[in-house]
Protein backbone atom coordinates (compact mmCIF):
# COMPACT_ATOMS: atom_id res chain seq x y z
CA UNK A 1 0.00 0.00 0.00
CA UNK A 2 1.23 3.12 -0.69
CA UNK A 3 2.38 5.52 2.10
CA UNK A 4 0.54 8.21 0.85
CA UNK A 5 -2.96 6.70 0.95
CA UNK A 6 -2.54 5.82 4.39
CA UNK A 7 -1.87 9.27 5.70
CA UNK A 8 -4.29 10.66 3.05
CA UNK A 9 -6.55 8.47 5.54
CA UNK A 10 -5.07 10.15 8.67
CA UNK A 11 -5.30 13.63 7.24
CA UNK A 12 -9.02 13.05 6.50
CA UNK A 13 -9.90 12.33 10.07
CA UNK A 14 -7.69 15.44 11.55
CA UNK A 15 -9.17 17.57 9.22
CA UNK A 16 -12.91 16.71 10.16
CA UNK A 17 -11.98 17.88 14.13
CA UNK A 18 -10.03 20.35 12.86
CA UNK A 19 -13.10 21.34 10.96
CA UNK A 20 -15.17 21.00 14.06
CA UNK A 21 -13.12 22.71 16.31
CA UNK A 22 -11.67 25.39 13.97
CA UNK A 23 -8.05 26.24 14.95
CA UNK A 24 -7.11 26.71 18.32
CA UNK A 25 -4.88 29.47 19.95
CA UNK A 26 -3.67 28.44 23.44
CA UNK A 27 -3.32 32.04 24.80
CA UNK A 28 -2.49 31.50 28.48
CA UNK A 29 -3.90 34.18 31.09
CA UNK A 30 -1.57 35.07 34.41
CA UNK A 31 -2.17 36.30 37.58
CA UNK A 32 0.90 37.75 39.76
CA UNK A 33 0.37 38.67 43.20
CA UNK A 34 3.26 40.01 44.73
CA UNK A 35 3.22 40.60 48.81
CA UNK A 36 4.39 44.14 50.00
CA UNK A 37 3.46 44.77 53.45
CA UNK A 38 1.94 41.48 55.58
CA UNK A 39 -1.41 40.74 54.24
CA UNK A 40 -0.84 43.55 51.34
CA UNK A 41 -0.50 42.44 47.62
CA UNK A 42 0.12 44.13 44.14
CA UNK A 43 -1.91 42.41 41.53
CA UNK A 44 -1.44 41.83 37.98
CA UNK A 45 -4.13 39.89 35.89
CA UNK A 46 -3.76 39.41 32.50
CA UNK A 47 -6.69 38.25 30.37
CA UNK A 48 -5.52 36.81 27.04
CA UNK A 49 -7.67 39.61 24.12
CA UNK A 50 -7.19 40.45 20.35
CA UNK A 51 -7.12 36.67 19.10
CA UNK A 52 -9.80 35.11 16.97
CA UNK A 53 -11.82 33.80 19.89
CA UNK A 54 -13.08 36.53 23.09
CA UNK A 55 -11.97 34.61 25.70
CA UNK A 56 -13.62 35.26 28.76
CA UNK A 57 -12.34 34.46 32.43
CA UNK A 58 -11.71 36.64 35.47
CA UNK A 59 -10.24 35.67 38.64
CA UNK A 60 -11.99 35.26 42.28
CA UNK A 61 -10.18 35.89 45.19
CA UNK A 62 -10.70 34.68 48.57
CA UNK A 63 -13.80 36.37 50.82
CA UNK A 64 -10.78 37.36 53.20
CA UNK A 65 -9.33 40.08 50.49
CA UNK A 66 -10.79 43.40 49.37
CA UNK A 67 -9.42 46.19 46.92
CA UNK A 68 -6.69 48.22 48.89
CA UNK A 69 -6.71 50.62 45.92
CA UNK A 70 -8.38 51.68 42.56
CA UNK A 71 -7.43 49.19 39.66
CA UNK A 72 -5.68 50.46 36.53
CA UNK A 73 -6.93 48.84 32.96
CA UNK A 74 -4.78 48.94 29.89
CA UNK A 75 -5.42 46.89 26.55
CA UNK A 76 -1.79 45.54 25.74
CA UNK A 77 -1.04 43.78 21.88
CA UNK A 78 -2.54 40.05 22.72
CA UNK A 79 -4.05 40.62 26.35
CA UNK A 80 -6.31 43.07 28.77
CA UNK A 81 -3.82 43.95 31.66
CA UNK A 82 -5.37 45.12 34.96
CA UNK A 83 -3.16 46.09 37.78
CA UNK A 84 -4.74 47.22 41.63
CA UNK A 85 -3.57 46.89 45.02
CA UNK A 86 -5.48 43.90 47.37
CA UNK A 87 -5.32 43.10 51.20
CA UNK A 88 -6.40 40.07 52.38
CA UNK A 89 -6.43 39.64 56.33
CA UNK A 90 -4.36 36.70 57.56
CA UNK A 91 -2.53 36.42 54.27
CA UNK A 92 -2.98 34.11 51.15
CA UNK A 93 -1.91 30.98 52.22
CA UNK A 94 -4.14 28.48 52.71
CA UNK A 95 -6.45 30.22 50.83
CA UNK A 96 -8.29 29.10 47.04
CA UNK A 97 -8.17 31.43 44.15
CA UNK A 98 -10.56 30.51 41.35
CA UNK A 99 -10.50 31.40 37.75
CA UNK A 100 -14.60 32.23 36.93
CA UNK A 101 -15.26 30.98 32.98
CA UNK A 102 -11.92 28.51 32.89
CA UNK A 103 -14.22 25.75 32.72
CA UNK A 104 -15.50 26.91 29.28
CA UNK A 105 -12.18 27.31 27.31
CA UNK A 106 -9.11 25.06 26.49
CA UNK A 107 -6.89 28.02 27.92
CA UNK A 108 -5.10 27.83 31.17
CA UNK A 109 -4.27 30.26 33.59
CA UNK A 110 -0.18 30.38 35.53
CA UNK A 111 -0.48 32.08 38.64
CA UNK A 112 2.18 32.94 40.68
CA UNK A 113 2.30 34.56 44.51
CA UNK A 114 5.75 35.92 45.60
CA UNK A 115 5.27 36.25 49.58
CA UNK A 116 7.23 38.32 51.93
CA UNK A 117 9.25 35.86 53.50
CA UNK A 118 10.48 35.20 49.92
CA UNK A 119 8.64 31.80 49.16
CA UNK A 120 7.30 31.77 45.77
CA UNK A 121 4.55 29.48 44.15
CA UNK A 122 3.67 29.00 40.57
CA UNK A 123 0.58 27.00 39.63
CA UNK A 124 -0.74 26.12 36.14
CA UNK A 125 -4.77 25.90 36.52
CA UNK A 126 -6.59 23.75 34.02
CA UNK A 127 -9.84 24.19 32.62
CA UNK A 128 -10.79 20.86 34.07
CA UNK A 129 -9.87 22.15 37.82
CA UNK A 130 -10.01 26.18 37.73
CA UNK A 131 -8.75 26.55 41.41
CA UNK A 132 -6.09 26.16 43.24
CA UNK A 133 -5.12 26.39 47.09
CA UNK A 134 -2.32 28.54 47.78
CA UNK A 135 0.68 28.07 50.54
CA UNK A 136 3.07 25.15 48.88
CA UNK A 137 6.54 26.20 48.17
CA UNK A 138 7.39 25.52 43.86
CA UNK A 139 10.78 24.15 42.79
CA UNK A 140 12.26 24.91 40.13
CA UNK A 141 11.19 21.49 38.68
CA UNK A 142 8.08 21.62 39.77
CA UNK A 143 8.40 25.34 37.74
CA UNK A 144 9.62 23.72 34.89
CA UNK A 145 6.70 20.74 34.09
CA UNK A 146 4.39 23.95 33.86
CA UNK A 147 5.91 25.46 31.26
CA UNK A 148 6.87 22.13 29.74
CA UNK A 149 3.08 21.15 29.89
CA UNK A 150 2.52 24.38 28.51
CA UNK A 151 4.59 23.69 25.36
CA UNK A 152 2.71 20.70 25.15
CA UNK A 153 -0.44 21.88 24.84
CA UNK A 154 0.78 24.39 22.78
CA UNK A 155 1.49 22.34 19.56
CA UNK A 156 -0.93 19.46 20.03
CA UNK A 157 -4.28 21.84 20.65
CA UNK A 158 -2.57 24.44 18.11
CA UNK A 159 -4.32 22.90 14.87
CA UNK A 160 -2.93 24.81 12.37
CA UNK A 161 0.63 24.55 14.00
CA UNK A 162 -0.49 20.57 13.15
CA UNK A 163 -1.75 21.19 9.95
CA UNK A 164 1.95 22.27 8.48
CA UNK A 165 3.14 19.38 10.16
CA UNK A 166 1.13 17.16 8.12
CA UNK A 167 1.27 18.56 5.26
CA UNK A 168 5.09 17.80 5.02
CA UNK A 169 4.58 14.94 5.83
CA UNK A 170 2.08 13.95 3.28
CA UNK A 171 5.11 15.83 0.75
CA UNK A 172 8.16 13.70 2.02
CA UNK A 173 8.99 10.61 0.48
CA UNK A 174 11.82 9.79 1.92
CA UNK A 175 12.64 8.85 5.45
CA UNK A 176 16.00 10.90 5.30
CA UNK A 177 14.27 13.49 3.67
CA UNK A 178 11.63 13.52 6.40
CA UNK A 179 14.59 13.87 9.03
CA UNK A 180 16.13 16.91 7.68
CA UNK A 181 12.55 18.60 7.32
CA UNK A 182 11.65 17.79 10.70
CA UNK A 183 14.48 19.52 11.89
CA UNK A 184 14.66 22.27 9.39
CA UNK A 185 11.24 23.04 11.06
CA UNK A 186 12.63 22.58 14.69
CA UNK A 187 15.83 24.67 14.20
CA UNK A 188 13.77 27.43 12.24
CA UNK A 189 10.67 27.94 15.16
CA UNK A 190 13.43 27.57 18.27
CA UNK A 191 15.15 30.56 16.32
CA UNK A 192 11.97 33.12 16.34
CA UNK A 193 10.45 31.33 19.39
CA UNK A 194 14.04 32.53 21.63
CA UNK A 195 14.19 35.46 19.67
CA UNK A 196 10.31 36.77 20.43
CA UNK A 197 10.51 35.64 23.77
CA UNK A 198 13.69 37.24 24.55
CA UNK A 199 12.16 40.57 23.34
CA UNK A 200 14.82 40.66 20.25
CA UNK A 201 11.77 40.54 17.94
CA UNK A 202 8.18 41.04 17.78
CA UNK A 203 4.97 40.30 14.96
CA UNK A 204 1.61 41.42 15.40
CA UNK A 205 -0.95 38.74 16.19
CA UNK A 206 -3.49 39.03 13.40
CA UNK A 207 -0.79 39.66 10.56
CA UNK A 208 1.37 36.72 11.78
CA UNK A 209 -2.17 34.55 12.09
CA UNK A 210 -3.10 35.37 8.66
CA UNK A 211 0.49 34.53 7.50
CA UNK A 212 0.21 30.98 9.23
CA UNK A 213 -2.84 30.22 7.89
CA UNK A 214 -1.86 31.51 3.79
CA UNK A 215 1.50 28.83 4.72
CA UNK A 216 -1.30 26.40 5.77
CA UNK A 217 -2.82 27.31 2.44
CA UNK A 218 0.26 26.95 0.39
CA UNK A 219 0.93 23.30 0.94
CA UNK A 220 -2.49 22.78 0.07
CA UNK A 221 -1.35 22.56 -4.09
CA UNK A 222 1.81 20.94 -2.95
CA UNK A 223 0.15 17.82 -1.65
CA UNK A 224 -1.85 17.77 -4.69
CA UNK A 225 1.19 17.69 -6.89
CA UNK A 226 3.39 15.10 -4.89
CA UNK A 227 0.33 12.62 -5.61
CA UNK A 228 0.07 13.23 -8.91
CA UNK A 229 3.81 12.41 -9.38
CA UNK A 230 4.73 15.85 -10.72
CA UNK A 231 7.39 18.34 -9.08
CA UNK A 232 7.80 21.58 -7.54
CA UNK A 233 10.76 23.65 -5.67
CA UNK A 234 8.92 22.38 -2.21
CA UNK A 235 8.58 19.10 -3.22
CA UNK A 236 12.56 19.12 -4.20
CA UNK A 237 13.69 20.69 -1.14
CA UNK A 238 11.50 20.36 1.42
CA UNK A 239 13.24 21.37 4.32
CA UNK A 240 14.12 25.08 2.92
CA UNK A 241 10.37 25.58 2.70
CA UNK A 242 10.11 23.70 6.13
CA UNK A 243 12.47 26.23 7.58
CA UNK A 244 10.86 29.16 6.17
CA UNK A 245 7.66 28.37 7.59
CA UNK A 246 9.47 27.43 10.81
CA UNK A 247 10.37 30.41 11.58
CA UNK A 248 7.11 31.86 10.87
CA UNK A 249 5.43 29.52 12.97
CA UNK A 250 8.18 30.33 15.64
CA UNK A 251 6.35 33.46 16.79
CA UNK A 252 3.05 32.01 16.56
CA UNK A 253 4.49 29.15 19.76
CA UNK A 254 5.78 32.57 21.17
CA UNK A 255 2.72 34.06 22.01
CA UNK A 256 1.97 31.51 24.62
CA UNK A 257 4.96 32.81 26.63
CA UNK A 258 5.08 36.55 25.56
CA UNK A 259 2.17 37.42 26.99
CA UNK A 260 2.79 36.07 30.19
CA UNK A 261 4.75 38.78 31.10
CA UNK A 262 7.62 36.38 32.84
CA UNK A 263 10.07 37.69 35.43
CA UNK A 264 13.64 38.19 33.71
CA UNK A 265 15.29 35.43 36.12
CA UNK A 266 12.82 32.87 35.05
CA UNK A 267 12.83 33.62 31.23
CA UNK A 268 15.84 31.01 30.50
CA UNK A 269 14.07 28.31 32.68
CA UNK A 270 10.52 28.75 30.79
CA UNK A 271 12.06 29.17 27.75
CA UNK A 272 13.96 25.86 27.72
CA UNK A 273 10.85 23.65 28.65
CA UNK A 274 8.30 25.23 26.58
CA UNK A 275 10.94 24.71 23.59
CA UNK A 276 11.14 21.43 24.65
CA UNK A 277 7.07 20.31 25.37
CA UNK A 278 6.72 21.72 21.98
CA UNK A 279 9.14 19.01 20.52
CA UNK A 280 8.30 16.76 22.37
CA UNK A 281 4.32 17.54 21.11
CA UNK A 282 5.54 17.29 17.57
CA UNK A 283 7.37 14.61 17.65
CA UNK A 284 5.00 12.39 19.32
CA UNK A 285 1.70 13.69 16.62
CA UNK A 286 4.53 12.61 13.80
CA UNK A 287 5.52 9.46 15.96
CA UNK A 288 1.42 8.62 16.30
CA UNK A 289 1.66 9.44 12.33
CA UNK A 290 4.41 6.65 11.62
CA UNK A 291 2.81 3.93 13.79
CA UNK A 292 -0.54 4.55 12.17
CA UNK A 293 1.44 4.01 8.44
CA UNK A 294 3.26 0.92 9.60
CA UNK A 295 -0.14 -0.48 11.35
CA UNK A 296 -2.04 -0.39 8.37
CA UNK A 297 0.41 -1.35 5.80
CA UNK A 298 0.85 -4.66 7.76
CA UNK A 299 -2.57 -5.01 7.92
CA UNK A 300 -2.68 -4.84 3.76
CA UNK A 301 -5.86 -2.25 4.02
CA UNK A 302 -6.72 -0.95 0.61
CA UNK A 303 -8.05 2.34 0.57
CA UNK A 304 -10.81 4.24 -2.14
CA UNK A 305 -9.05 5.95 -4.55
CA UNK A 306 -10.77 8.85 -3.80
CA UNK A 307 -9.42 9.05 -0.37
CA UNK A 308 -5.72 10.00 -1.83
CA UNK A 309 -6.73 13.47 -3.31
CA UNK A 310 -8.79 14.30 -0.06
CA UNK A 311 -5.37 15.71 2.00
CA UNK A 312 -4.34 18.15 -0.39
CA UNK A 313 -8.05 19.55 -0.86
CA UNK A 314 -8.63 19.35 2.79
CA UNK A 315 -5.72 21.42 3.58
CA UNK A 316 -5.84 24.03 0.90
CA UNK A 317 -9.51 24.87 1.66
CA UNK A 318 -8.90 25.09 5.46
CA UNK A 319 -6.07 27.35 5.16
CA UNK A 320 -8.34 29.24 2.49
CA UNK A 321 -10.90 29.40 5.38
CA UNK A 322 -8.54 30.63 8.04
CA UNK A 323 -6.65 32.99 5.53
CA UNK A 324 -10.29 34.47 4.73
CA UNK A 325 -11.36 34.48 8.59
CA UNK A 326 -8.02 36.47 9.80
CA UNK A 327 -7.95 39.00 7.02
CA UNK A 328 -11.13 39.70 8.18
CA UNK A 329 -10.09 40.36 11.55
CA UNK A 330 -7.54 42.21 10.58
CA UNK A 331 -9.62 44.43 8.32
CA UNK A 332 -12.33 45.12 10.98
CA UNK A 333 -9.19 46.03 13.53
CA UNK A 334 -8.49 48.77 11.26
CA UNK A 335 -11.58 50.20 11.28
Known sequence: MKRGWLLASIAVLLFWVAGAAGAHELRPGVLELREGRPGTYSLLWKRPAGGEVEIRIAPVLPPECRAASPGATLLTPGALVVRGTIA???GLRGRTIAIDGLQSTLTDVLVRVYHADGWLETHLVKPFDPQVTLGERTSALQRSGAYLRLGVEHILLGVDHLLVVL?????VRDRWVLVKTITAF???HSITLAAATLGFASVPVLP????IALSILFLGPEIVRARRGQTSFTIRHPWVVAFAFGLL???G???GLTTMGLPPAEIPLALLMFNVGV???QLGFIALI????RAFRVLEIQWPRFVTALPGLMVGSLGAYWTIQRLALMWGATR
Open 253 to 255: FAS
Open 208 to 211: LNAA
Open 167 to 171: GLLLI
Open 186 to 188: TVA
Open 88 to 90: CEG
Open 279 to 281: ELG
Open 290 to 293: LLLE
Open 249 to 251: HGF
